[in-house]
T-cell receptor
Framework: GNSVTQMEGPVTLSEEAFLTINCTYT??????LFWYVQYPGEGLQLLLK?????DKGSNKGFEATYRKETTSFHLEKGSVQVSDSAVYFC???????????FGKGTRLHILP | GAVVSQHPSWVICKSGTSVKIECRSL??????MFWYRQFPKQSLMLMAT?????????EQGVEKDKFLINHASLTLSTLTVTSAHPEDSSFYIC????????????FGSGTRLTVV
C-alpha cells in the first residue's frame, strides 16, 4: 500500500541555516505530494504541493521537488527563521480514493 | 478560500460520557470528510471517512460503535466519542478534499479532548 517516510526529529538549527527535511514515499499509482505545517497550538496548513513528476512546489521560501526516480519529496529552505519552528508533515494522496497519508511529522526548532 | 470550521476547539469530559465534535464546511460543499486522530508527538492517524448520505468507512482497528460518524448534509459532519475513557484523550482533526485530491485539503482547527 501507499506510505510516507520522513526523517525523525526534532531538528534543531540556528537562524539563517539551510534546512532539509527528507521525505520518501511508496505508491502504486501516481500520487500528489504535499507538505503541511502545524505551528504550535494551531491546526494543519498546506505549505506546498506537487501533482506530477518534476513539479516543484514552493511557498514562503520553502521548496520541494517531486522526484519520481528516487520517490522523494524533500523539503528545503535556504535560510530558516525562528518563526519557522513548527511540525512539518509530508503527505501523499491517491486520486483514486482521495485519502491522504501522512508521514510521522518532523519537529523543527530554530534557535535565534 | 474553502474553510472547515471545527467545534469545540477543546473539551474536558468525565469518563463514561459522550462528546460530539462538529465540522462544518463554510463556503463549499463537502461530500467527503476525513476524521483523524493525533497522539502527542505522533502523526495523524486516519480514523474514518464519511460521505454525505451514506455510512462512514472506518479504518482497521477503529471501533465504529465507539466513534460514531454522521454526515447528514453536504456542510456538516460530526464525530461522537461515546462512553469516553481517558485513553480516548487526543487531538481530533477533520479534513475535506478541495475538489479533486490533487488540489489539496482543508483542515479543521482540531479538537483537544481530555477525558478525566
Amino acid at each position: 500500500g501507499n506510505s510516507v517516510t520522513q526523517m525523525e526529529g526534532p531538528v534543531t538549527l540556528s537562524e539563517e541555516a539551510f534546512l532539509t527535511i527528507n521525505c520518501t514515499y511508496t505508491a502504486t499509482g501516481y500520487p500528489s505530494l504535499f507538505w503541511y505545517v502545524q505551528y504550535p497550538g494551531e491546526g494543519l496548513q498546506l505549505l506546498l504541493k506537487a501533482t506530477k513528476a518534476d513539479d516543484k512546489g514552493s511557498n514562503k521560501g520553502f521548496e520541494a521537488t517531486y522526484r519520481k526516480e528516487t520517490t522523494s519529496f524533500h523539503l528545503e529552505k535556504g535560510s530558516v527563521q525562528v518563526s519557522d519552528s513548527a511540525v512539518y508533515f509530508c503527505a501523499l494522496s491517491d486520486t483514486r480514493d482521495d485519502k491522504i497519508i501522512f508521514g510521522k511529522g518532523t519537529r523543527l526548532h530554530i534557535l535565534p | 478560500g474553502a474553510v472547515v470550521s471545527q467545534h469545540p476547539s477543546w473539551v474536558i469530559c468525565k469518563s463514561g460520557t459522550s462528546v460530539k465534535i462538529e465540522c462544518r464546511s463554510l463556503d463549499f460543499q463537502a461530500t467527503t470528510m476525513f476524521w483523524y486522530r493525533q497522539f502527542p508527538k505522533q502523526s495523524l492517524m486516519l480514523m474514518a471517512t464519511s460521505n454525505e448520505g451514506s455510512k462512514a468507512t472506518y479504518e482497521q482497528g477503529v471501533e465504529k460503535d465507539k466513534f460514531l460518524i454522521n454526515h447528514a448534509s453536504l456542510t456538516l459532519s460530526t464525530l461522537t466519542v461515546t462512553s469516553a475513557h481517558p485513553e480516548d484523550s487526543s487531538f481530533y482533526i477533520c479534513s475535506a478534499p478541495l475538489g479533486q485530491s490533487n488540489y489539496g485539503y482543508t483542515f479543521g482547527s482540531g479538537t483537544r479532548l481530555t477525558v478525566v
